[in-house]
């Protein structure tokens, strides 16, 4: 299919970024990519591309590229607002191509490297609320007590996820890699979550059964200084003297 006046999918969304009607094959890509319906768009690109149409209030267009697995998908987007908050999207020049493997393979061993690293590790179930958490590094601790205090709470609910407003819902694979802040650690930490097998579920695609979740720091927690010789055991001097 050739030619910008063909149309290969069309889709609405309401002004929660929820899809909640689509054609082949975006209905398909939202699904493989972890999304419901309707469901908060799970494709970054093109949530991302509605986002920027609301907050304009203009009709947009952009190539879109998302990962589908081990295929690349590129298609031209359209994003029109509607009334009432909703909008429409077109999708044209639809088209996938197999990843080189060593793409693959560097993506899948990054988040191999970040969870060996990790210095916070909690399991979660399939609606990404915490069941376990422990913190390895004493700036996690509390956030390890936080979760393990509040269970059944949403992980994301807890740190503060760069460029997420709080309290905001998200699909796994955008909260994948994201850079999130925690209270009482001044350093900045990379998320990493590692789908586990579970249940397909009707209208959810293959939905994981659980999660694990690493975080991960490209910066050192500061050492304390090593204690020096002066202090109190410089009082030794006046030992054996009339003071």
Request: charged share 25%.
């Amino acid at each position: 299919m050739t030619g910008e006046a063909i149309t290969q999918a069309t889709g609405l969304c309401d002004g929660d970024d929820r899809l909640v009607s689509a054609d082949e094959p975006l209905l398909g890509l939202h699904l493989r990519c972890g999304g419901e319906m309707p469901g908060t768009i799970a494709v970054p690109a093109l949530l991302e591309a509605v986002r920027k149409s609301r907050r304009f209030g203009m009709k947009l267009a952009r190539p879109v590229v998302a990962r589908d697995g081990s295929d690349e998908v590129t298609a031209w987007v359209e994003v029109e607002p509607q009334g009432d908050g909703m909008s429409r999207i077109t999708v044209r020049h639809w088209q996938v191509r197999a990843l080189p493997p060593e793409l693959v393979d560097s993506a899948d061993r990054q988040a191999q490297i970040d969870c060996d690293l990790a210095e916070f590790h909690a399991r979660l179930d399939g609606g990404q609320a915490v069941l376990t958490a422990q913190a390895e590094a004493a700036d996690l601790k509390l956030l390890a007590q936080s979760m393990l205090a509040a269970p059944g709470r949403a992980w994301f609910e807890m740190v503060a996820v760069e460029g997420v407003a709080a309290g905001q819902a998200l699909h796994w694979r955008m909260l994948h890699g994201a850079a999130v802040r925690v209270n009482g650690s001044d350093r900045q930490w990379r998320a990493t979550l590692v789908p586990q097998v579970g249940v397909p579920q009707a209208g959810k695609g293959d939905a994981p059964g659980g999660f694990d979740l690493y975080l991960t720091s490209d910066t050192p927690l500061p050492t304390l200084p090593e204690p020096t010789d002066a202090g109190p055991r410089g009082d030794s001097r006046l030992i054996g003297r009339d003071v």
